[in-house]
């Protein structure tokens, strides 16, 4: 018997002020992979590029609360594949400057310096920040000073008359020149993607450069929802779901591509996925960035696979063992690493989440974090001699102790008889008993007779300590 002192109780995107609309055009110029924009200022600007987002192994990480299960599936991460557009509109950047020659410097000397820098600030070598950009910015002011054309018209427009296409030339953005990689191979002889194939560049330990189609996605992370009985979210549990997921075709293995057949690079975009599109506005004429339309941003067309349509990937089931922490409620939210949908070309697995929900316990008490209310219903004889009640807490029931004297809507206190803290769950909450006295609304004659007995003991005890007091 226990007694208890009464107690009171998964598009974002940035745009700048005076950016021109984007109209429809029909030019297209392949594009390979552009380079990072940069920030918005008073002569640069960026439109938002779209990205997309759902991670185990067996061990559900704690990954918070949320809103409506949808609210969190923002975030498709589509690596190595830019979707959407952007516009690409950038400072004047002296090619000259970046390469460190003059104006006069002939084209020998200007592929010398080229060699240089490249070999010098290539990422896979040099991995300071910045150095990747650097690189870009090379390549980009190579290609222009050693094509005659482009540097004659850099010469005497600069970097606009390239944008606009002056002196009879398309539009040749900053996003429209060609891959730096690609570049780099021409001179170096490296092949394969960046991250795999031979090196001609000895001590690289892989090549450069490379299409699409060898670029591995990330895989999209995936929901389940689970519905718990109140004690399970309360002590935890160990659950057996069956989730649906994307895995890797077994008939092409997930590469998308029929069965004796092979891909080629997409002739429209070049195999970067990309195409820059020329848009006319009052302000003049500026590229926008799209998915290529042919090969929609894969880089290569191919026949796909019968069985999964090209993507590489089919939807089948998976029983997964989940252990369900002690201390969840409802909203919240497990990841479990590893376990959500497989990604495109070998990429990395998405998460899976597991939005939790309960179910109301059958004999009504009540959560509100790690506190239990209940409430317990007693008749005003017990509420003023006191008496013993037996309360229904989550540890089965246990006999609490009501003081004499009771009033209605006392709260009682059942220390650590509550809900484990969510990742401590040695600490516990407490169980507050919510105490409503009842009054009859209709009394026998001999229950009257007592009552008002009561009342004349009352009034002469009253009446009594009054003339002790005068």
Do not use: W
Not at 168 to 182: I, K, V
Not at 270 to 285: C, D, E, F, I, Y
Not at 432 to 452: A, F, G, M
């Amino acid at each position: 018997m226990m007694a208890f002192a009464p107690s009171t109780s998964a598009l974002r995107g940035s745009s700048c002020a005076g950016q021109p609309s984007i109209l429809p055009s029909s030019a297209q110029l392949p594009l390979r992979p552009p380079v990072r924009a940069a920030r918005c200022s008073s002569n640069a600007t960026t439109t938002a590029s779209s990205t997309g987002l759902l991670s185990s192994k067996r061990s559900p990480t704690i990954a918070g609360t949320a809103g409506p299960a949808q609210s969190f599936l923002g975030r498709q991460n589509k690596r190595g594949m830019q979707r959407g557009s952007q516009l690409v509109v950038r400072a004047d950047v002296d090619y000259y400057s970046v390469l460190g020659v003059d104006k006069n410097t002939d084209k020998k000397a200007i592929k010398q310096a080229y060699r240089q820098l490249a070999r010098k600030y290539h990422p896979d070598v040099n991995k300071e920040a910045g150095a990747e950009e650097k690189f870009k910015q090379i390549s980009n002011a190579y290609e222009v000073l050693s094509d005659d054309q482009k540097r004659s018209i850099y010469d005497r427009y600069g970097e606009a008359g390239l944008k606009n296409g002056m002196g009879g030339m398309g539009g040749a953005d900053m996003g429209g020149f060609n891959n730096p990689f690609d570049l780099f191979e021409q001179f170096f002889g490296a092949s394969g993607g960046r991250a795999g194939g031979a090196s001609g560049f000895g001590g690289f330990g892989g090549g450069f450069g490379g299409g699409a189609r060898s670029r591995a996605m990330q895989g999209e992370d995936e929901k389940y929802e689970l519905k718990l009985d109140f004690l399970d979210a309360v002590f935890g549990a160990s659950k057996e779901i069956e989730v649906s997921r994307l895995e890797a075709c077994g008939a092409c293995t997930g590469s998308g591509i029929k069965a004796g057949t092979s891909a080629a690079t997409c002739s429209t975009c070049g195999g970067s996925g990309q195409v820059v599109q020329a848009v006319r506005t009052p302000l003049g004429v500026f590229q926008q960035v799209i998915t290529c339309p042919d090969c929609e941003g894969v880089g290569e067309r191919s026949t796909p696979c019968n069985t999964c349509g090209g993507d590489g990937r089919v939807r089948k089931s998976k029983r997964i063992a989940l252990r369900v922490p002690p201390g969840v409620d409802a909203g919240s939210r497990l990841r479990v690493r590893g376990e959500g949908n497989v990604g495109r070309r070998g990429g990395e697995p998405g998460d899976l989440y597991v939005f939790i929900s309960v179910k109301p316990h059958p004999a009504g008490l009540k959560r509100e974090g790690t506190t239990i209310h209940s409430d317990v219903d007693i008749s005003f004889v017990d509420a003023i001699l006191g008496t013993t009640v037996k309360v229904t807490t989550v540890d089965g029931p246990v006999d609490l102790r009501i003081p004499a004297g009771t009033q209605p809507g006392t709260t009682l206190v059942m220390g650590k008889r509550g809900v484990p803290r969510l990742g401590n769950e040695t600490l516990r909450g407490d169980h507050q008993v919510h105490v409503r006295v009842t009054i009859p609304q209709k009394l026998s004659k001999d229950e009257t007779k007592l009552v008002e007995e009561l009342k004349e003991l009352q009034e002469s005890s009253s009446s009594k300590r009054s003339r002790l007091f005068f």
